[in-house]
């Protein structure tokens, strides 16, 4: 799974491996909340991780000409290692 600035902070153990991005000037999905999702995610032997990047606000799509920049090439990568 992608998320990009979710709001979500449920785990409930049967998660999919999982790629987050935030940046921790989103007022609506807190990059602290996303981390300790991704924490307990990998904690139930889930493969997970997360890029915040800082002052980045709520929507910053591809993050082109910011330090998001490769974000969806990096959660590509992601993805394809999870598929071999």
Known sequence: MIMQYTSLSEVYGN????????????WIAS????QRRIQSIRAN?????IE???GLPHGFGLGEGTV???W?????AFWE????
């Open 15 to 26: 998660e999919p491996p999982t790629y987050n991005c935030v940046g921790t000037g989103d």
């Open 72 to 76: 969806i090439h990096r959660a590509a």
């Open 52 to 54: 915040i990047f800082p």
């Open 31 to 34: 990059s602290h909340t996303m």
């Open 68 to 70: 998001a920049e490769g």
């Open 45 to 49: 032997g889930t493969d997970a991780e």
């Open 81 to 84: 290692k999870q598929c071999k």
